[in-house]
């Protein structure tokens, strides 16, 4: 008889640990599926974003060549200061949640390298293609660190 009750008694402390338990693992896991989702969203989207602010540079340097393109370049430069905003941001949530030496230094030159093309921008009536190019190969390569980097830590999510 007390095989019997001790089995029982195993029995339903079983089904209670697994009732208890079951919900947490399984809200744990949604949270991790969660920030993965929105850690390789986040990813495209720097991407996008990124690959959008070279080509318009790109547009930019050579309406910035071609003559009587004045308001063309005006707005283009507006546009990508707007684009060179979003990716401060983006910028700024990436270093809310991931933390590090390593990561802070990559934040600060993908930063920096932003500032850099803002400058550049600002500096209407400058015109140096090769500065510019120099200006693109560095932040191209920031990015591309960065880039890294996150496509590192999302996929040990």
């Known amino acids: 008889?007390?095989?019997?009750?001790?089995?029982?008694?195993?029995?339903?402390?079983g089904v209670f640990v697994t009732l208890w338990i079951s919900p947490q693992v399984s809200?744990?896991?949604?949270?991790?599926?969660?920030?993965?989702?929105?850690?390789?969203?986040?990813?495209?989207?720097l991407n996008g974003d990124t690959?959008?602010?070279?080509?318009?540079?790109t547009t930019y340097n050579y309406e910035k060549i071609?003559?009587?393109?004045?308001?063309?370049?005006?707005?283009?430069?507006?546009?990508?200061?707007?684009?060179?905003?979003?990716?401060?941001?983006?910028?700024?949530?990436?270093s809310l949640?991931?933390?590090?030496?390593?990561?802070?230094?990559?934040?600060?030159?993908?930063q920096l390298s932003l500032n850099l093309i803002g400058k550049y921008l600002e500096a209407e009536n400058k015109f140096d293609k090769a500065e510019m190019d120099q200006l693109v190969t560095d932040f191209a390569a920031s990015t591309s660190d960065l880039v890294r980097f996150l496509a590192a830590k999302a996929e040990r999510l």
Not at 51 to 57: I, S
């Open 97 to 110: 949640i991931f933390k590090g030496d390593k990561f802070e230094e990559m934040i600060s030159n993908y």
């Open 27 to 45: 809200e744990d896991l949604e949270n991790e599926r969660r920030r993965t989702a929105y850690y390789i969203k986040s990813l495209d989207v």
């Open 1 to 13: 008889m007390v095989g019997f009750v001790g089995k029982m008694l195993f029995f339903a402390a």
């Open 66 to 94: 071609s003559k009587n393109k004045e308001k063309e370049v005006d707005e283009l430069r507006i546009e990508l200061r707007e684009m060179i905003t979003k990716l401060h941001w983006r910028a700024i949530e990436f």
């Open 51 to 57: 690959k959008e602010l070279l080509a318009r540079l």
